[in-house]
């Protein structure tokens, strides 16, 4: 069998090859450059931490897998520049100034397996907020003194989550009912919250005493398993 010539594949690839190219140079935000004080390398990741940056990297090499952006003072994650990054696995926000995190901020990051939002000031996390993350594995998002809020769908639609981390934040209470429900998750950090166990949270208390295995240490740190189990015992009281 013989196959039919294409002639239609090659105008065609071209004019992809346009549209890409074009949508590259009209983005005001990347090149495939290296960012001011960043060390980018050719596993395609790039480094900036501690470098005492106020705004989000400009100059991101679009292919960017990997993206460490901790110990700074970044105040906003713009949703705009960080969705060009569609092929990122693995970002680390932690110690910066982030006070909000918004529906369309992780819009495109469909591949991401790991994100680290600890050591900020986020006081709030919405609805929607980590919906778009499909691939998400590992969610750390300790240390933020004032959040105290978590929409009970926040994590619904992250099936492949197996390890969250909300210790050491203002939460009084969590709705489990999404999480109960996540497929892949074994590890969640509870500890060095103000839980409150009236009405509304007793599932969260009954959960953490029946599931008492689910709640294991983070990169084998055993006092933090200790401290957990024992979070969770004065809960249950
Ligand atoms: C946060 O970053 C600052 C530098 O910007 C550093 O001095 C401090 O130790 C860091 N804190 C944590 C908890 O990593
Ligand atoms: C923690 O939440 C309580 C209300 O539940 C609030 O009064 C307090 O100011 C919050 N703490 C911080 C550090 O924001
Ligand atoms: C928890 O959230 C679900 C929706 O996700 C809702 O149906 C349920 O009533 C909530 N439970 C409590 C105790 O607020």
Redesign the pocket.
């Known amino acids: 069998m013989r196959l039919a010539p294409q002639p239609s594949a090659q105008p065609l690839r071209l004019i992809v090859l346009l549209l890409l190219t074009t949508g590259v140079i009209a983005s005001p935000v990347l090149s495939s450059g290296c960012p001011d004080r960043c060390v980018c390398d050719d596993q395609l990741v790039v480094q900036c931490a501690g470098q005492h940056l106020t705004t989000f990297p400009v100059n991101l090499p679009l292919a960017t897998r990997q993206l460490i952006i901790s110990n700074n003072r970044i105040v906003e994650l713009p949703p705009l520049a960080l969705n060009y990054l569609s092929d990122l696995v693995y970002l680390d926000c932690s110690n910066n100034s982030l006070t909000e995190i918004s529906e369309s901020t992780f819009g495109n990051l469909r591949k991401l397996a790991y994100l680290d939002l600890s050591f900020n000031t986020l ?1 709030r996390i919405e609805d929607r907020t980590f919906g778009p993350l499909a691939s998400l594995v590992m969610l750390r998002m300790t240390d933020n ?4 809020e978590i929409h009970p769908d926040a994590f619904a639609e992250n099936a492949a989550l197996q390890v969250l981390d909300v210790s050491r934040n ?1 939460l ?1 209470a969590l709705n489990i009912t999404s999480l109960i429900a996540l497929p892949a998750l074994r590890s969640v950090g509870l500890s060095g919250n ?1 839980w409150s166990c009236e009405c509304d949270n007793e599932d969260l208390c009954l959960w953490v005493h029946l599931e008492g295995f689910k709640f294991q240490a983070f990169s084998g740190d055993e006092a933090q398993v200790t401290a957990v189990e024992r979070d969770s015992i004065q809960t249950i009281k």
């Not at 003194?145 to 105290?148: E, K, N």
């Open positions: 006081t003194p004032g959040l105290s203002n009084t103000p």
